[in-house]
């Protein structure tokens, strides 16, 4: 059973969602993405995807395009990724997703990546733009690596894309909350839940929920009904809020510990 699988079985004797931060690697230094891991897993993160900037993004909204630049600029590349993740990896186990665009894994070559992605002690990895008809290539190494590939499901996507998960799809399924890109959204579409649930139903692996989420009481709701919540544009608008001075570590230790109090106080069915 992979690090993933026995954090979401873990969670699931206890009737709890995972909280999922998202963390741009590199934004805006190395040393800070390290500390914001810690701190992260300090305020009770269950799982942490860490982003792999690239320059061409097509779901990241204003909040992660600008962070995704800031890491650009400040040296980030696919093998530093991976060097955060082997120092992160000396001094904890919480798992690791990366998430990214499938130009810099291509650049990087899929088998090379997915062998250094495992030895660094990455758990998973979710390429946003890589659906799973056309992943092939890059799933035979990441399985044969040990590696979970982890795939986007949408409000749009059809009974096709979902029966094309069950033979690929590993670690969890990450469903988009609603069309368009990432970034806060002050509401929620009342179709998620059905949706989320259906989806369950469907599939024997967890269901995670990002996209528009960035307040307590939406995690909590979210938490109700989905396996894990995921959060990366609120929390990396606490960084580059904090970017004129202050302490991002803070803010988000701050943010993840309510989030992840508001969604203890819900229990799923």
């Known amino acids: 059973m992979s ?3 026995e954090t979401f079985a873990r969670l699931a004797e206890r009737g709890e969602a995972a909280l999922v931060p998202f963390l ?28 792999i900037p ?4 097509t779901a990241d909204g204003p909040v992660l395009q600008r962070s995704a630049e800031r890491a650009l600029r400040a040296g980030m590349s696919v093998t ?10 000396t001094e904890s ?35 946003v733009d890589l659906p799973p008809e056309e992943a092939d290539e890059l799933r035979r190494w990441t399985d044969r690596a040990g590696l979970d590939m982890i795939f986007l499901l949408a409000p749009t996507s059809g009974p096709e894309r979902i029966r094309a998960l069950r033979r690929r799809a590993r670690g969890f399924v990450y469903y988009v909350s609603l069309t368009g890109v ?12 059905p949706a989320v649930r259906r989806v369950r139903h469907e599939l024997s692996l967890p269901v995670g929920v990002g996209f528009g989420i960035s307040s307590p009481e939406q995690a909590a709701r ?6 894990a919540v995921v959060v990366g544009s609120a929390v990396m608008q606490r960084v580059e809020e904090s970017l ?4 991002s570590t803070a803010e988000v230790g701050r943010f993840l510990t309510e989030l992840k109090e508001a969604m203890r106080k819900e229990r799923r069915e």
Request: hydrophobic share 40%; charged share 25%; net charge negative.
């Open 222 to 227: 979210v938490s109700r009904f989905a396996d």
């Open 3 to 5: 690090r993933i699988a």
């Open 244 to 247: 004129g001075g202050g302490s």
């Open 80 to 89: 530093r990724v991976l060097e955060l993740v082997r120092e992160f990896r």
């Open 54 to 57: 690239f320059s061409d993004p």
């Open 182 to 193: 990432t970034g806060p959204r002050p509401t929620l579409p009342d179709e998620l839940e």
């Open 93 to 127: 186990s919480l798992p690791v997703v990366l998430f990214g665009y499938y130009n810099p894994i291509f650049r990087y070559g899929p088998e090379r990546f997915a062998r250094d992605a495992a030895r660094a002690g990455a758990d998973g990895c979710l390429v």
């Open 24 to 51: 741009m690697a590199g934004d805006p230094s190395p040393d800070r993405t390290l500390a914001l891991l810690r701190t992260a897993e300090a305020s009770g993160a269950d799982l942490v995807e860490l982003g």
